[in-house]
């Protein structure tokens, strides 16, 4: 896997992420994505040679929607999905309001957001447009993902309390038991 094209070509011949993607797909959110390490999980073990998929925590469904940020109704939406799609630990946010609870600036779209996740490696999403076709957002490029380089955003770098989350998140995640050819970067 070296490319974009690879990426999605692999995204795309999983059944599983296909049906998820679906699922998100038909709640019909406003800039949705699926993102982190649903997308970031998959290329890891494309690349380990691993044939079945290691365990995700979540599936992280994020939108943008200014309208209504009452985290209530992100719940309602993960209902909504369970009752589609069963058995998925599904993980609603809307980024218009997840600024509060990061304590900074509001994001400006479902994207920006995604940028300033804490690694590089993390900040993509994937979606399915109107015809079903695979979008891919990297904010950062693919170069640490599919190089598996586990590096702080520009975002999480211009600010020591974020280089701090980034460190603990490193500690608690820890992806190179799960990926032993990982390298991490302090």
């Not at 038909?26 to 997308?39: K, N």
């Not at 980024?95 to 993390?122: G, V």
Request: charged fraction near 30%.
């Amino acid at each position: 896997m070296k490319t974009k094209e690879d990426v999605l070509k692999t995204i795309s011949e999983d059944e599983q992420m296909m049906r998820i993607l679906k699922a998100a797909k038909s709640v019909q959110l406003p800039d949705w994505w699926i993102c982190a390490g649903f997308v970031r999980s998959k290329i890891w073990d494309s690349l380990h040679g691993y044939f079945h998929r290691t365990e995700i925590p979540d599936v992280d469904v994020v939108y943008y929607d200014t309208s209504n940020i009452d985290e209530a109704y992100e719940k309602g939406i993960e209902e909504k999905l369970r009752e589609v799609l069963p058995g998925i630990p599904w993980s609603v946010k809307n980024e218009a309001r997840m600024h509060i609870i990061n304590n900074i600036p509001p994001y400006t779209s479902t994207e920006d957001a995604i940028s300033k996740f804490p690694e590089t490696a993390t900040g993509l999403g994937i979606k399915l447009d109107e015809q079903e076709k695979l979008i891919l957002s990297a904010p950062h490029g693919l170069d640490d993902v599919l190089n598996m380089e586990i590096r702080p955003s520009p975002h999480t770098k211009a600010s020591k309390e974020l280089t701090m989350i980034y460190e603990e998140r490193i500690l608690t995640k820890d992806w190179p038991a799960i990926w032993p050819r990982v390298k991490v970067f302090h």
